[in-house]
């Protein structure tokens, strides 16, 4: 199980935020995969690499810019990111061009999302 | 430095999204030590069940509804959380109540964030 890629489009997308209502389990182990490919500093800085660039997609020869890494270990990051179903792989000739998985991203994103009603109501709390 | 606490308001909310610009190291390493913290089904379960609780703010005794794990495992788990500056706790007579830190998710969430003119330029370039 633990070697089984996530599928890009299997529950990615149908998230509400944790501060709604508590996660079930299935909804959290799938979460907990996809936060534990963030959970490395040259992944994180290779995944907005290939984020920031334009249209959200860069040829992996463009990846590796600013991230003192082998190429071995950047091949093995981003096919861990991969795997997790935070970006997608495609061959052009000669290169592997990566692109970012908006509706992942954006499913963590919302996930975590603390809404201004929330933090008010934790302040007022308070 | 890896045992070292994430103090709460460091560097936890001045984040761009990763979609406007690559990550620097430093920011890097301080976010990912936060997903790490949230790699795990049971952390984000006792994570969702604090923050859905009414306030975002719930008694130790009242975390553990769902999660089916012992009370030593919970308190390590919400030590984890509470490290990485997600979560802030208090003892109040014989319980100790746990917060979220809503600041602290918001940056990840804002991290993660996809806004739509981005993602459009994703499906534009494919």
């Known amino acids: 199980m633990s ?6 489009d299997a529950a990615c997308c149908l998230v509400e935020p944790l ?3 508590p996660l079930d389990a299935p909804t959290a182990a799938d979460m907990a995969a996809r936060f534990k490919a963030l959970a490395d500093p ?5 995944l907005s690499s290939v984020a920031s660039h334009a249209g959200g997609e860069a040829c992996v020869c463009d990846i590796s810019a600013g ?12 096919k861990v990111l991969r795997d997790a179903g935070l970006l997608t792989s495609q061959r052009r000739a000669s290169w592997v061009y990566y692109a970012v998985v908006p509706e992942a991203l954006n499913a963590l994103s ?3 999302s603390v809404h201004a009603d929330a933090a008010t109501a934790v302040e007022a709390s308070a």
Do not use: A
């Not at 070697?3 to 890009?8: D, M």
């Not at 040259?42 to 290779?46: A, D, F, H, P």
């Not at 991230?67 to 091949?75: A, F, L, N, R």
């Open 67 to 78: 991230v003192e890494v082998s190429q071995p270990t950047i091949s093995h990051h981003l």
């Open 19 to 21: 501060v709604r209502e």
């Open 110 to 112: 919302t996930l975590l």
């Open 42 to 46: 040259v992944r994180l800085q290779l």
């Open 3 to 8: 070697n089984q890629s996530i599928q890009p």
